[in-house]
């Protein structure tokens, strides 16, 4: 991941810092869409949280949300950890997304949208149940980056 980690903002590269630390806090050896969730909800200042805060999302009830579906899964020894094939696939269409907006960078944005492009991890099912959407996202998102 290192050479496609130079594409990520310095943000990005925090948020997924720190869902490898959420994944370690659960016990995981793995990194999932809920530890990258999690990490996004970590860095206020990014587009990402500042585009779920404007859409009235609290960021504390989001964390509950997610650590209540966590909670419930099996925990395994942090050893070696992995990123999982839906987070991967999150990354890759945050790529994608980042070239469409003609970014030459990969922000928190373009992970957000990531998680709720790919529709069926553990983040999209707890953004879309607190009413976010990926119009509602990209809508915001471009109104936070006019000004």
Known sequence: MTSRSEKFSERTRRVLSLAQEEA??????????EHILLGLAQEPKGVGAL??????????KMRGAVEFIIDKRERFPS???DITPRAKKVIELARDEAQQMNHHYIGTEH??????????????????SLGVTLENVRVEVQ?????
Do not use: P
């Open 51 to 60: 585009t779920l805060i404007a859409l009235g999302v609290d960021l504390n």
């Open 79 to 81: 050893q070696a950890m």
């Open 24 to 33: 370690k806090r659960f016990n995981h050896n793995y990194i999932g869409t």
């Open 111 to 128: 992970i957000l949208i990531g998680l709720l492009r790919e529709g069926e991890g553990v983040a999209a099912q707890v953004l879309e």
């Open 143 to 147: 109104r936070i980056l006019s000004q």
